[in-house]
């Protein structure tokens, strides 16, 4: 039959295709070997796929270019993992490059644990960013402040409503994260007694989920004062909700996390979106600027010890007073 | 009433040659290049720790992808090996964490995960052959029951076991090869044997060709096809043990997300005839090799994460397009 010549022509083919791959990838190999570095820090989050994990992979990146133009003798892998289980391959891949430190935003912790706990014990230095392992495993964690995120949050609608009104809450999904944010927030408004939580949902941190489930609520509840939504994508959906509803009697609409879009809402002086606070996606540029320090054994500024084992980054609250501060028009978050 | 076996033997034989000659020469030529291209590209590429790296990220949807040869060559699909991966996995977790003594936990998790996903491969199976629906929509359906019922049972979180000998299982070494690793190739021998040396891996092949066919010369068309999904289950049920013990713990949202696809692609590139009727092991494994050597690759030489996918797909499209383009 035709089989052994069409089998000849196939492999050709193949050959010219891959030997020009070949040469690409080999050219790839020779610009990332031919300088000398003497430490080698290894970055890997979860993929893009939500307005804060982009934000994540943007500073990841940004951070990078701009600590190897300060730091000449590091150099990093930057990689991102659309799964837990991706990224497990991820960090078994770096480990295998002479890696010198690890800085992981895990996608989720336990199915991540074992794996970090091999680079750690390797003699890696561990940095794991915003989720907590159940072991630990690192010898720094660093997390933005979700407790304080929903404080903020709270107390500047307490004051802003003068301490009375009706409020809606559109929460994220079920996980610890949300809780210690939801949580922080409804023990400030004990304290005021006037004010009214209408209602508390779940939106998924989705902004599809969250358009549909604050139509519900709008619908639902005729007088509504103040909206919290946890998150700045819930935010610009239920933004979006309210205008196609022409709900005027909502006077304040204040968000969580710190995104560009917000910040902008809030810098062009929005009627009703006046406040959000921060839980920033830059976390991962500071991770990875704590790694470059800590695996050179350097100490932070004018500090008498090494990087800290521990860091929280404080929740910022952005209003039109000092929002230059967080306004970065290039970012991605 | 039967066929005569002279004339059964030649029809086999042909369903043999075709895809060996034609389907497995241009992977392995594939496989080898970019093995010679990725020793040169990276220094750390031939390292022992690596090699074995790649090769137990290739077990857990190799394993699954070996399932699916036999589900596609029958002319289905399975699209809830992914899904179905979470599923077994939180039944795993779940047994291991209800019995006390370690060793029984360990024995009966993983009987439970060779058990439970051949029901659920058999429960496919049922749909498509009884139910008279299409494998493309009862896998579709199945994709989003099996994901939607291990988030159910564990409320989405994470699953973690304290089992002190669970993790030897999939994060374990003989004679210097990871468990996982074993089990692939050990699956992939077996599972050649048995659709190039058994009757019923020509009836598999002679039923993906021509259902219609295949049924007048008196093969029992739904048998086989539920045998295949079956086959898929218990793939997905290995695979699920080697993966939760890898991790220690499962994730249900996360567990087997896309497996369906890299299985697939893997099916494909190793030359299995997504139509159905030919195709073979071998090809599958040197399928999943290829995808697992690129994406190891990938990371290796640091190439920027948003172009993976692009890489990966390219690889993909060339793989079939120089199969395929010979066939008129």
């Known amino acids: 039959m035709l089989t052994s010549h069409a089998d000849g022509v196939i492999t050709m083919k193949l050959t010219r295709v891959l030997q020009k791959t070949a040469l690409a990838t080999a050219l790839m190999g020779t610009a990332l070997g031919a300088s000398a570095q003497e430490y080698h820090i290894g970055v890997t989050v979860p993929a893009a796929e939500h307005g804060w994990t982009a934000g994540l992979s943007w500073w990841a990146q940004q951070a990078t270019e701009e600590l190897t133009e300060k730091h000449p003798d590091v150099s990093f892998t930057v990689l991102s993992a659309n799964s837990g289980t991706a990224q497990v391959a991820n960090v078994e891949d770096l480990m295998i490059r002479d890696l010198d430190a690890l800085v992981i935003l895990p996608y989720n912790p336990a199915t991540l644990q074992s794996v970090i706990s091999e680079a750690y014990e390797e003699g890696i230095y561990t940095v794991v960013v915003d989720r907590e392992l159940e072991t630990p495993a690192q010898n720094v964690f660093i997390a933005g402040d979700n407790p304080g995120l929903g404080e903020q949050a709270a107390r500047y609608i307490a004051e802003e409503l003068g301490g009375e009104g009706n409020l809606l809450v559109l929460e994220g999904p079920p996980i610890p994260i949300n809780s210690q944010r939801v949580d922080a927030f409804n023990q400030v408004m004990e304290n005021y007694p006037d004010i009214n939580i209408l209602a508390s949902q779940n939106t998924d941190w989705n902004a599809q989920q969250a358009l549909s489930v604050t139509e519900d609520l709008l619908g639902s509840n005729p007088e509504v004062d103040a909206i919290w939504a946890g998150d700045d994508d819930v935010l610009i959906a239920a933004i979006q909700a309210i205008e196609e509803n022409n709900r005027d009697d909502i006077q304040l609409v204040v968000g969580g996390g710190g995104s560009q879009r917000v910040i902008e809402m809030i810098r062009s002086d929005h009627p009703i979106v006046k406040g959000t606070v921060t839980y920033p996606p830059s976390m991962i540029a500071s991770a990875i600027a704590l790694a470059v320090h800590g695996v050179k054994g350097e100490r932070l500024g004018d500090m008498y010890h090494g990087v800290p084992s521990r860091m929280i980054l404080a929740a910022d609250l952005i209003t039109a007073d000092n929002v230059e501060e967080y306004y970065e028009p290039d970012a991605a978050y | ?328």
């Open chain 2, 1 to 328: 009433m039967n066929p005569l076996p002279q004339r059964t033997t030649p029809l086999a034989q042909r369903f043999r040659r075709l895809p060996w000659n034609a389907a497995i020469l241009a992977p392995l030529a594939a496989l080898i290049l970019l093995f010679v291209v990725s020793s040169f590209a990276s220094e750390y590429f031939l390292n022992t720790r690596n090699l074995s790296n790649v090769l137990r990220q290739v077990s857990y949807t190799g394993i699954i992808a070996i399932g699916m040869t036999f589900v596609i060559i029958a002319g289905g699909i399975d699209l809830s090996v992914g899904s179905m991966v979470a599923l077994v996995g939180v039944a795993v977790l779940y047994v291991l964490n209800t019995i006390t003594d370690p060793l029984q936990a360990v024995i009966l998790a993983m009987l439970a995960a060779v058990v439970g996903g051949a029901l659920l491969g058999l429960f496919n199976g049922l749909l498509v052959t009884r139910g008279r629906i299409a494998a493309f929509v009862v896998t579709l359906a199945t994709m989003s029951i099996f994901r939607s019922l291990a988030l159910y049972f564990t409320d989405a979180a994470e699953v973690t076991t304290r089992n002190p000998l669970f993790s030897e299982v999939g994060g374990g070494f003989v004679l210097g090869i990871p468990i996982p690793v074993w089990t692939f190739f050990l699956l992939a021998i077996v599972s050649h044997v048995l659709l190039f040396h058994t009757a019923f891996g020509r009836h598999v092949c002679a039923v993906g060709a021509n259902a219609q066919v295949a049924r007048y010369s008196g093969i029992r068309v739904e048998r086989v096809v539920l045998s295949a999904f079956l086959i898929a289950g218990v793939c997905v049920g290995l695979s699920a043990i080697m993966l939760t013990s890898r991790l220690n713990s499962v994730s249900p949202s996360d567990a087997g997300y896309f497996y369906e696809l890299d299985a697939i692609a893997a099916v494909v590139i190793g030359g299995t005839a997504l139509s159905g009727g030919r195709g073979t092991v071998w090809g599958t494994v040197i399928g999943a090799l290829i995808l697992g050597i690129i994406n190891n690759m990938l990371n290796l030489t640091g190439v920027s994460p948003y172009l993976q996918g692009l890489v990966k797909g390219a690889v993909i499209l060339l793989a079939v397009l120089l199969q395929y383009k010979r066939t008129p």
